[in-house]
């Protein structure tokens, strides 16, 4: 069955980094594309950043461009984002996702707070 366990989340002043990572188990990592969704207390989840299978084409939401950066292992079976100049409004549940699936994991914690 389908795993994805994600980590590396925290509490982090402004402008501070953060490495978030996804395990991912139970397909084949290499063939599906892999996106990051956030979900802040009271808003929707939104796509913040979306991964080819093979690495070489990314996408992001406008409000993070610039300032993370998705990649991925597929030695590794693992995903990350890099969260750099971190914002308050980044504070989220940071959950991935590979394409075309309805598994989620149980998702990471970003505070962005002073």
């Known amino acids: 069955q389908v795993q994805l366990v994600e980590s590396g989340g925290g509490l982090v002043q402004p402008g501070g980094s953060l490495r978030l990572s996804c395990l991912v188990s139970g397909f084949t990592f290499s063939t599906y594309a892999m996106t990051w969704y956030r979900q802040a207390p009271g808003k929707e989840r939104e796509l913040v950043a979306r991964?080819?299978?093979?690495?070489?084409?990314?996408n992001y939401a406008d409000s993070v461009k610039g300032r993370f950066t998705i990649s991925r292992d597929n030695a590794k079976n693992t995903v990350y984002l890099q969260m750099n100049s971190l914002k308050p409004e980044d504070t989220a549940d940071y959950y991935c996702?590979?394409?075309?699936?309805?598994?989620w994991g149980q998702g990471t914690q970003v505070t962005v707070s002073s």
């Open positions: 996702k590979p394409s075309g699936s309805d598994d």
């Open positions: 991964i080819s299978n093979g690495g070489s084409r990314t």
